[in-house]
Each structure stands twice: as structure tokens, then as C-alpha cells.
């Protein structure tokens, strides 16, 4: 049941709660990530945003999966609607492009690179984690998916974005 302040809110005003929101859990996640790379290195840290990453990732899809009544396989436009609604959907800047069996995701302005670089902090190392979190998602929209980084920070390979994912679906008549 959703409280009497909720809503009461207009369309616009739940938007801008949504961004609000969205914005939160990112600060909340980067604030706990800090807090461990400060006292124990980046390795450590990395190592806890991973195991985080495992388990987020496929309760944020399930959820977005049931919200949008997805079949098991929903394939690329499936994947594609869920990508779209993820909890940093809306304050990131991507951008999909499909062909065939493939979806390449890129995120053209991150949130978190862009808070460290104003920081002075070095950069987020997040391919190992972004493999998990990208792949595990995929997986959870359907199964068939494998996913594999084109370009992300350590390894950037295309300096028109932050980072590059593709999505490849195996046996798409299935």
C-alpha cells in the first residue's frame, strides 16, 4: 500500500521522486564502495562491489522483468525494455543500438566516473564488475544472452563513452 504523501504527488512530482530516488541508491552505492576502498584499497573494494553486483543484479531484473510482464526468453527487445528502466536508466546518458541478434548498450555520461573525476579520485576499475552486473542481468531477462565488454574503464577502447557492452543472443529462434 502506497502512503498517502505518495499519493498525493502529481505525475510530475513522482518523476522528479524517481530521479530523486535513483540518485540516492547511486550515492548510497558509491558512499559504501568509498568508505571500503578508503580503508582497505581498491582490490578489497572491488572485490565486495562484485559479490553486491551478483545478487543486486538479478534482483533488479527479476523485479523489471515481472514489472513489465516479460516471457523466460524475451530476447533483445526484451532486454532492451528492461535496460531501460534499471535504476540508473534515467540519470545516465546511454544509448541502444540493435542489429540482428546483437544489442550494443553504451553509456555515453556515467554518474560515478563522472563524481570522481570532480573528486580528483582516480577512476572506477568497473569492467570486472560491470561483466557480472551486465551479464547476470542479461541472463535473468534471458538466458540466451552472453555478454562480453567492447570498451570500459580500465580498458577503454572507444573514447566516445564511458563504457560499451554487447549482448549477443545465442539460438534467437528458440
Not at 550515492?27 to 578489497?44: H, L, P, R, T, Y
Not at 527479476?62 to 535496460?83: M, Q
Request: with cysteine.
Amino acid at each position: 500500500m502506497t502512503n498517502a504523501a505518495i499519493q498525493s504527488l502529481s505525475k510530475e512530482a513522482l518523476l522528479e521522486l524517481i530521479d530523486i530516488y535513483a540518485k540516492n541508491w547511486l550515492a548510497m552505492d558509491g558512499v559504501w564502495f568509498q568508505s571500503i576502498e578508503k580503508k582497505f584499497g581498491m582490490d578489497e573494494a572491488i572485490e565486495h562491489d562484485e559479490n553486491a553486483w551478483r545478487q543486486f543484479t538479478v534482483i533488479e531484473a527479476n523485479r523489471i522483468k515481472g514489472f513489465l510482464g516479460l516471457p523466460e526468453r524475451s530476447g533483445i527487445d526484451g532486454l532492451k525494455k528492461a535496460l531501460s528502466l534499471r535504476m540508473y536508466a534515467n540519470i545516465n546518458v546511454d544509448e541502444i543500438i540493435i542489429e540482428d541478434n546483437t544489442l550494443i548498450y553504451r553509456t555515453l555520461d556515467c554518474r560515478v566516473q563522472n563524481a570522481r573525476k570532480r573528486k580528483r579520485m582516480p577512476f572506477h576499475p568497473c569492467k570486472s564488475v560491470g561483466i557480472i552486473e551486465y551479464s547476470d542481468f542479461a541472463k535473468t531477462i534471458d538466458d540466451r544472452f552472453e555478454c562480453e565488454a567492447l570498451s570500459c574503464f580500465p580498458d577503454i577502447t572507444d573514447e566516445t563513452c564511458n563504457c560499451s557492452w554487447k549482448f549477443t543472443l545465442s539460438d534467437p529462434k528458440l
